[in-house]
């Protein structure tokens, strides 16, 4: 089955401060999403990356596909409070139609 | 954009009742549907895949006799916990696949059981 590794597991950063989570696949990828979610809340789609050597931004998130499409790293930049939660990678493999979760960074912002 | 929405968004039951959680794909058709379970800082876990028309393919270790899933139609698919137990309670989240690449998430259901 599709394993998707996510790093760090939590993080606490400075606001202001940029950081980067970064998610592994074992298998080449469909698709390599990125969500964020408050718990016990749904899914905020961010980015979805496809093409090897991808890169998209939305304010002040970035999100890259390696060339491999194996890797991806989520990268914010002046972090803020508002950036807070659970970040959560997920992929579709080829040989598959569903997609499978990293098990999520939890990002903690400091004012 | 596509909008997948769940009801209801939060219900408590008593133990060993059954209780209904809806899927609805409200601007597209979706022949695949998809839910997912998540615990307490824990990230989604997938249940079981849900095709209009055929039964419900369930991942290892999902007890199929006690969540039922109906995909009825194009745009409905429903999860039935049967006899609930405690154990039961946490947050279900189902998507709708609109294409190879597109899935769009519900904004979930958090079950009590007491």
């Known amino acids: 089955s599709q394993e998707l590794e996510q790093s760090p597991q939590s993080l606490i950063v400075q606001e202001g401060k940029n950081l980067t989570i970064n998610c592994t696949s074992s298998?080449?990828?469909?698709?390599l999403y990125w969500y964020k979610q408050k718990y016990g809340e749904g899914l905020i789609f961010l980015m979805m990356?496809?093409?090897?050597?991808e890169e998209k931004s939305h304010e002040k998130i970035t999100a890259k596909l390696d060339e491999k499409k194996q890797q991806s790293s989520l990268h914010i930049t002046a972090s803020q409070p508002s950036h807070a939660g659970i970040y959560l990678c997920?992929?579709?493999?080829?040989?598959?139609?569903?997609?499978?979760f990293g098990a999520g960074t939890r990002l903690t912002v400091k004012p | 954009g596509a909008v997948v929405s769940q009801h209801p968004s939060r219900v408590i039951c008593k133990s060993g009742t059954s209780v209904k959680i809806e899927c609805r794909s409200l601007?597209?058709?979706?022949?695949?549907m998809f839910w997912y379970r998540q615990f307490p800082k824990q990230s989604l876990m997938l249940m079981a895949t849900?095709?209009?028309?055929?039964?419900?393919?369930?991942e290892q270790g999902v007890e199929k006799d006690k969540f039922l899933i109906n995909h009825a139609s194009l745009t409905l698919s429903t999860l039935t916990v049967t006899s609930a137990h405690p154990e039961d309670s946490s947050f279900y989240i189902c998507?709708?696949?609109?294409?190879?690449?597109?899935?769009?998430f519900g904004p979930g259901t958090r079950l009590t059981v007491t």
């Open positions: 998507s709708a696949r609109l294409g190879p690449y597109e899935q769009y």
């Open positions: 298998k080449t990828l469909y698709g």
């Open positions: 990356l496809q093409k090897g050597g």
């Open positions: 997920g992929a579709v493999p080829y040989n598959n139609n569903d997609m499978r």
């Open positions: 601007d597209f058709q979706a022949t695949t």
């Open positions: 849900s095709n209009e028309g055929s039964k419900a393919t369930y």
